[in-house]
């Protein structure tokens, strides 16, 4: 299988972050890959975060998004083992990018799938914080 073939999904979470989405999700349209969709969970903000998510998504990346909202504070590991746990079988590649981050190179995708298909797990991206901070991890044998 050639990484273009790959299903990439990228999982988003992310409550009260008004400030950080349109550049967190500007930074997947800016991907080399442009056949990742997104699943983009909102955790019950009160800011205005989901109907922003709402219209970015829409206007940024048409027909390749699922947006969920929780009804009530519940974090990102019941949001994995719940919204994303129920479509991960869909996807061959699963990379996760908090909606108040951003993905910092416009290859990355392309790169774990590279390493995926080396036989390399890879489980987070590289990213930027909303502090400006540089993180992320490599591929793990």
């Known amino acids: 299988m050639n ?3 790959l299903s990439v999904l990228i999982f988003m979470t992310g409550r009260n972050c008004q400030d ?3 550049r967190a999700i500007a930074s997947v349209v800016e991907q080399s ?3 990742a969709t997104v699943l983009y969970v909102d955790d019950a903000s009160d800011d205005g975060s989901y109907e922003l ?3 970015l998504l829409n206007e940024m990346l048409p027909g390749r998004h699922t947006l969920v909202r929780n009804n009530e504070r519940m974090g990102k590991a019941f949001s994995a083992s719940t919204h994303l746990r129920a479509v991960a079988g869909e996807h061959d590649v699963i990379a996760i990018l908090d909606a108040d981050d951003r993905l910092i190179d416009p290859n990355i995708i392309r790169q774990m799938m590279l390493s995926y298909e080396a036989g390399k797990d890879v489980v987070w991206t590289n990213f930027m914080t909303d502090r400006e901070r540089l993180g992320g991890n490599g591929p793990l044998s």
């Open 20 to 22: 950080y989405i349109k």
């Open 33 to 35: 890959h442009q056949k």
């Open 53 to 55: 998510a709402a219209r």
């Open 3 to 5: 990484g273009n073939d």
